[in-house]
Structures are given as structure tokens and as C-alpha cells.
């Protein structure tokens, strides 16, 4: 069987690994959601929309659709995050 391809027209090495780490990172996604309201009500289910969790469905989604490009996106914008967070800890 032949590997199916990527957005840029690569082959996914690992195709079955793909699939379970977009289906664990939509999980988890859920998992955060339930839990974060059923702690906090409507503001737990308002912290789901940070970009760290909105990166989470975009990647998970990128990696069911087996598309580089999605899954990039979903890294590009928790990267963003991540250095601007880090960069303001800094300078404390």
C-alpha cells in the first residue's frame, strides 16, 4: 500500500503515527474543554480559545488530513506565542 501524500507531495513516513497523534491531540483538546468547565464554568470554556489550545485542533486536524501545511500553521502560531511569552518572562 502506498503511503499517502503530504501537502507538498512528499510521503508520510509514518502514516498510522500521524493519525493517532491528530486523534490524541483533538482528545486532548476535548479532555481540556471538559475539564476546564466543569472546574471553572463558562470562563474554563473560555480559556479553550487561547491560541496554545486552538493550536492544538489546528495540528490535530493537519495531521487527520495527513496536510503539512495545516499542521504548520497550528506550530506557527503556537511558536508565536510561546517566543512572545518567553521574551516578555525575560525581561522581568
Not at 493519525?19 to 470562563?43: C, E, H, I, Q
Amino acid at each position: 500500500m502506498a503511503h499517502p501524500k503530504n501537502s507538498t507531495g512528499k510521503p508520510w513516513h509514518r502514516p498510522g503515527l500521524a493519525t493517532a497523534t491528530g486523534y490524541f491531540l483533538l482528545a486532548y483538546f476535548a479532555f481540556l474543554l471538559v475539564f476546564r468547565s466543569s472546574l471553572r464554568g463558562l470562563a474554563g470554556a473560555y480559556d479553550v480559545i487561547w491560541a496554545c489550545n486552538v493550536a492544538l485542533v489546528v495540528a490535530g486536524i493537519g495531521m487527520l488530513y495527513k496536510n503539512a501545511a495545516i499542521v504548520a500553521s497550528g506550530v506557527g502560531l503556537i511558536s508565536m506565542a510561546h517566543f512572545l511569552w518567553y521574551s516578555s518572562a525575560s525581561n522581568r
